[in-house]
């Protein structure tokens, strides 16, 4: 950010800090829900359209009607379920565990693995399923008081780490080579927050801006409501719509909790 003058940062970290101090007892749910929105919309789809996706399923594996039932069964109860525990704040990491096995268990069953836009946006939901599960671990206390001790929290670190760097996946999938002024400035713009998230620099600020930036994008691009039921773009576009929330919801847990200890925010405070 070093082209933007100092003052103009600092006066939008403040006013950043002034909105996540007024909306902090509101964030962790908002955060929540918007992360598991994708699971949710998905584990329902699975009970309305059981027969569509079971024989859809069987179309594509010819594995028969009784295997492509009990996929679908997996991914609706596993969903929904994960959800719920989240939501409760009770066993999250076995909520985290069944959400990550569901989205691994997607991606070799649709193919995502071969579609590179696909598989970005599924590791930004993996890294999303990270910052909750880093969210859910009991801080680590030093043995004695007033000392620090090394390396503590470790895993807690590392997850955040990787969950930040997963989450900034989503942005590879958004940019477009277009000579348009919107397009460039829509590049240059989330590529600069990415960064900004990825190694953990005014972390809070880039991340706040990045849930402004991405929500304004997923409502322009991403209006399935405006498209007739009959149309199969409807469809696409809602996935695309729930899976671009799952990210906002990671980005509002590091708005909320900040980039954990393996930051450069971090190591600053010790500068």
């Excluded at 525990?85 to 990550?100: E, S, T, W």
């Excluded at 929290?153 to 955040?160: A, H, I, L, T, W």
């Excluded at 405006?226 to 671009?244: A, S, V």
């Amino acid at each position: 950010m070093a082209f933007i003058p100092k003052n103009v940062i600092d006066k939008a970290e403040d006013i950043s800090e002034l909105v996540i101090k007024n909306c902090n007892a509101y964030l962790p749910t908002a955060s929540r829900l918007c992360l598991i929105s994708t699971f949710i919309e998905d584990g329902l789809r699975m009970y309305f359209q059981w027969s569509e996706q079971s024989k859809y399923m069987d179309m594509s594996w010819k594995c028969g009607m009784f295997l492509a039932t009990v996929f679908v069964l997996i991914n609706l109860v596993g969903q929904l379920g994960g959800c719920i525990l989240i939501l409760l704040q009770k066993n999250v990491r076995l909520a985290c565990g069944i959400l990550f096995f569901i989205v691994i268990l997607q991606t070799v069953a649709y193919s995502i693995l071969w579609d590179v836009h696909f598989l970005l946006r599924n590791l930004a939901l993996i890294g999303a399923l990270l910052l909750v599960l880093a969210d859910s671990e009991v801080e680590s206390k030093p043995l004695l008081a007033g000392i620090p001790s090394l390396g503590e929290n470790k895993p807690k670190n590392y997850m955040q780490l990787t969950g930040r760097c997963l989450i900034a996946f989503m942005f590879i999938t958004l940019l477009k080579f277009e000579l348009s002024f919107f397009q460039l400035i829509q590049d240059f713009l989330g590529t600069i927050m990415m960064i900004l998230v990825f190694i953990g620099y005014k972390t809070k600020l880039s991340a706040l801006v990045l849930v402004l930036f991405l929500t304004s994008l997923n409502f322009y691009y991403n209006a399935w409501w405006i498209i007739p039921e009959t149309k199969p773009l409807r469809d696409f576009l809602k996935y695309d719509f729930f899976q671009t929330l799952s990210v906002i919801g990671g980005l509002l847990m590091i708005v909320l909790r900040g980039p954990g200890g393996v930051s450069m925010d971090e190591h600053k405070k010790n500068w």
